[in-house]
C-alpha cells in the first residue's frame, strides 16, 4: 500500500508538472529536456555475469571466420561427409512410426540395453540399464549433469590441460573451483607427482579425457592403474570424459574406465554418439555410472532437458547391432590421420604423434613469434585455413606456438587445405 500511494502521488506530480505552460503561445507542451519521474523509477536492472571471463568460443569464432574469407575449416571438430544412410533411415522410419514425443527420462529402455551389451562386449562390464545408464542431450550435457551432481560450493574439481572449453565454466556455474594441472609438454602426459600434489581434503572430482582433445594423445593401462591408486584413499569422483572412444589408433585398444573395477565405482563415464557416428549435430549421448551416481546424476539430467531426441533414439537402438559401425571406426580415421599427415610434409608444420580422436597438434614457432591466437587468425585471413590455437584450451592461455587441426574431412577437402597452406606459407 505505502508503493502505490508513493506511485500515485508521483504520478500526481509528474501530471501537474506536464500541465504547466511553457510557451509564450499559452499552449502547453513537453520540455525537451524533461526526463519523466516514472521511467527513471522503473530502470531495467543490471545482470551481473557469472561468467565474466568467457565471451563467444573460439570455435564459433573461427568457423565466422572461416566462412567469411572463403576459408577451409579445419578448426572446428565436425565431420563433412555424411552419416550412414541406413540410420537416416531409421531416423525416418521412426519419425513416420509416431515416435515423436518424450522418450523416458532416463532414455528408451531398448537403447539403453542396447548399450548395455556395447559396453559389456567392449570393456567387460555389463552395466544395469535401468539403474545405471542415462541417455542425455550430446556429451556436453552429460559432463555438465555430472559436475553439477557431485560438485557444491568450494569444491575443488582438478582439471587437466589442455581441456576441452565447457570444464570449467561448468564447475564455476556450480561453485566450484577449478584447479588446473599442465599434461606434461610436450608429449601431454600426465605428470602423477603434479597431479598428487594438486589434491586437498576439498577436492571434489577429477576431470580426464581420453583420447584426448585436443592434444590426440590417449591414456594406457598403466595411467590407469596410477590414478587408481592416487584415487584410492581419497573421497574424490572421477568425471572421463570417452566420447572419442572409438577413434584409437595403431592398433591400440581405448583403455575406458569401465574395464578398471576401481575406477568405475567413483566414476560417470560420458560418451557421445555424435562423435561415433559421424552426426554431431544431433547431440546424443550417455553417461554411463554406479547407480547411487546415475541417482544424483538424472537428478540434474531431468531439469536439463528431461528427455532426449526420441526418434534417434529408436533408431540407435536398432543400429548399434551394427557393431562394424563403430568397429571400423579406428580404421576408417586412421586412414584419413595418414592421408592428412602425409600431406602435411609439404608444409612448413611440424606435426605432434596423433594417437587417438581425430585432431592433430601442428607445431609453428620456428616460423614466426606471433602468439598463437593471432597467428589462427591471420592463417584464416591470408591463407585460407581455419584452425584452433591451442591456448585457449588454457585458463591462463599457455601460448606453445601449437594449432589444432581437425582432419574429420573428405580427401579433397584435406588436399584443398594443405595445397593452400604450401604455396601460400
Same mark, same amino acid.
Given at each position: 500500500?505505502?508503493?502505490?500511494?508513493?506511485?500515485?502521488?508521483?504520478?500526481?506530480?509528474?501530471?501537474?508538472?506536464?500541465?504547466?505552460?511553457?510557451?509564450?503561445?499559452? !499552449?502547453?507542451?513537453?520540455?525537451?529536456?524533461?526526463?519523466? @519521474?516514472?521511467?527513471?523509477?522503473?530502470?531495467?536492472?543490471? @545482470?551481473? +555475469?557469472? #561468467? /565474466?571471463?568467457?565471451?563467444?568460443?573460439?570455435?564459433?569464432?573461427?568457423?565466422?571466420?572461416?566462412?567469411?574469407?572463403?576459408?577451409?575449416?579445419?578448426?572446428?571438430?565436425?565431420?563433412?561427409?555424411?552419416?550412414?544412410?541406413?540410420?537416416?533411415?531409421?531416423?525416418?522410419?521412426?519419425? *513416420?512410426? &509416431? %515416435?515423436?514425443?518424450?522418450?523416458?527420462?532416463?532414455?528408451?529402455?531398448?537403447? *539403453?540395453?542396447?548399450?548395455?551389451?556395447?559396453?559389456?562386449?567392449?570393456?567387460?562390464?555389463?552395466?544395469?540399464?535401468?539403474?545405471?545408464?542415462?541417455?542425455?542431450?550430446?556429451?556436453?550435457?552429460?559432463?555438465?549433469?555430472?559436475?553439477?551432481?557431485?560438485?557444491?560450493?568450494?569444491?575443488?574439481?582438478?582439471? @587437466?590441460?589442455?581441456?576441452?572449453?565447457?570444464?570449467?565454466?561448468?564447475?564455476?556455474?556450480?561453485? &566450484?573451483?577449478?584447479?588446473?594441472?599442465? #599434461?606434461?609438454?610436450?608429449?601431454?602426459?600426465?605428470?602423477?607427482?603434479?597431479?598428487?600434489?594438486?589434491?586437498?581434503? !576439498?577436492?571434489?572430482?577429477?576431470?580426464?579425457?581420453?583420447? %584426448?582433445?585436443?592434444?590426440?594423445?590417449?591414456?594406457?593401462?598403466?595411467?590407469?592403474?596410477?590414478?587408481?591408486?592416487?584415487?584410492?584413499?581419497?573421497?574424490?569422483?572421477?568425471?572421463?570424459?570417452?566420447?572419442?572412444?572409438?577413434?584409437?589408433?595403431?592398433?591400440? =585398444?581405448?583403455?575406458?574406465?569401465?574395464? %578398471?573395477?576401481?575406477? *568405475?565405482?567413483?566414476?560417470?563415464?560420458?560418451?557421445?554418439? &555424435?562423435?561415433?557416428?559421424?552426426?554431431?549435430?544431433?547431440?546424443?549421448?550417455?553417461?554411463?555410472?554406479?547407480?547411487? @551416481?546415475?541417482?544424483?546424476?538424472?537428478?540434474? %539430467?531431468?531439469?536439463?532437458?528431461? +528427455?532426449?531426441?526420441?526418434?534417434?533414439?529408436?533408431?540407435?537402438?536398432?543400429?548399434?547391432?551394427?557393431?562394424?559401425?563403430?568397429?571400423?571406426?579406428? =580404421?576408417?580415421?586412421?586412414?584419413?590421420?595418414?592421408?592428412?599427415?602425409?600431406?602435411?610434409?609439404?608444409? /612448413?608444420?611440424?606435426?605432434?604423434?596423433? =594417437?587417438? +580422436?581425430?585432431?592433430?597438434?601442428?607445431?609453428?614457432?620456428?616460423?614466426?613469434?606471433?602468439?598463437?591466437?593471432?597467428?589462427?587468425?591471420?592463417?584464416?585471413?591470408?591463407?585460407?585455413?581455419?584452425?584452433?590455437?591451442?591456448?585457449?584450451?588454457?585458463?591462463?592461455?599457455?601460448?606453445?606456438?601449437?594449432?589444432?587441426?581437425?582432419?574429420?574431412?573428405?580427401?579433397?577437402?584435406?588436399?584443398?587445405?594443405?595445397?593452400?597452406?604450401?604455396? !601460400?606459407?
Amino acid at each position: 500500500m505505502v508503493f502505490w500511494a508513493f506511485f500515485a502521488g508521483a504520478n500526481q506530480c509528474f501530471n501537474r508538472k506536464m500541465s504547466k505552460t511553457h510557451s509564450v503561445t499559452g !499552449r502547453t507542451q513537453q520540455p525537451d529536456n524533461h526526463v519523466p @519521474l516514472i521511467q527513471s523509477l522503473l530502470t531495467s536492472p543490471t @545482470l551481473p +555475469s557469472k #561468467l /565474466p571471463h568467457v565471451g563467444t568460443t573460439v570455435f564459433t569464432v573461427m568457423s565466422r571466420l572461416a566462412q567469411e574469407h572463403n576459408a577451409v575449416n579445419l578448426g572446428q571438430g565436425f565431420p563433412d561427409f555424411p552419416c550412414s544412410d541406413e540410420l537416416v533411415s531409421l531416423v525416418a522410419q521412426a519419425m *513416420r512410426d &509416431g %515416435h515423436n514425443q518424450y522418450a523416458p527420462m532416463p532414455g528408451l529402455m531398448s537403447l *539403453r540395453e542396447a548399450i548395455a551389451q556395447k559396453t559389456e562386449r567392449l570393456y567387460g562390464h555389463a552395466p544395469d540399464p535401468e539403474s545405471e545408464i542415462t541417455v542425455t542431450s550430446g556429451g556436453t550435457e552429460a559432463l555438465y549433469a555430472a559436475i553439477s551432481a557431485v560438485v557444491r560450493p568450494g569444491d575443488e574439481v582438478i582439471v @587437466l590441460e589442455p581441456c576441452y572449453d565447457s570444464y570449467l565454466p561448468a564447475i564455476e556455474l556450480n561453485g &566450484g573451483l577449478p584447479v588446473c594441472v599442465p #599434461l606434461r609438454f610436450t608429449d601431454f602426459s600426465i605428470d602423477f607427482d603434479l597431479l598428487r600434489a594438486a589434491f586437498t581434503p !576439498r577436492t571434489k572430482a577429477v576431470i580426464i579425457n581420453t583420447p %584426448h582433445n585436443p592434444t590426440g594423445t590417449v591414456l594406457r593401462q598403466a595411467d590407469m592403474n596410477q590414478l587408481a591408486n592416487l584415487l584410492r584413499d581419497t573421497n574424490a569422483f572421477l568425471i572421463s570424459d570417452e566420447v572419442y572412444e572409438h577413434i584409437v589408433f595403431d592398433g591400440a =585398444a581405448h583403455e575406458s574406465v569401465l574395464r %578398471h573395477p576401481a575406477l *568405475r565405482e567413483r566414476s560417470f563415464v560420458v560418451s557421445s554418439f &555424435g562423435k561415433t557416428y559421424h552426426v554431431t549435430g544431433w547431440k546424443l549421448g550417455y553417461c554411463v555410472a554406479p547407480k547411487a @551416481l546415475t541417482t544424483e546424476f538424472r537428478k540434474v %539430467h531431468q531439469y536439463l532437458t528431461f +528427455s532426449s531426441f526420441t526418434p534417434l533414439q529408436v533408431a540407435l537402438a536398432a543400429y548399434l547391432r551394427r557393431t562394424d559401425a563403430y568397429e571400423s571406426l579406428p =580404421a576408417f580415421y586412421q586412414q584419413k590421420r595418414d592421408f592428412f599427415t602425409n600431406l602435411m610434409q609439404n608444409t /612448413p608444420f611440424k606435426l605432434r604423434p596423433c =594417437a587417438g +580422436s581425430y585432431f592433430v597438434l601442428a607445431e609453428y614457432g620456428h616460423l614466426t613469434d606471433e602468439n598463437d591466437y593471432d597467428y589462427a587468425i591471420r592463417l584464416t585471413k591470408e591463407i585460407g585455413v581455419a584452425a584452433v590455437p591451442l591456448s585457449v584450451f588454457y585458463r591462463e592461455k599457455t601460448d606453445n606456438k601449437l594449432l589444432r587441426f581437425c582432419f574429420a574431412k573428405r580427401e579433397k577437402t584435406l588436399e584443398k587445405a594443405v595445397e593452400r597452406l604450401a604455396k !601460400r606459407l
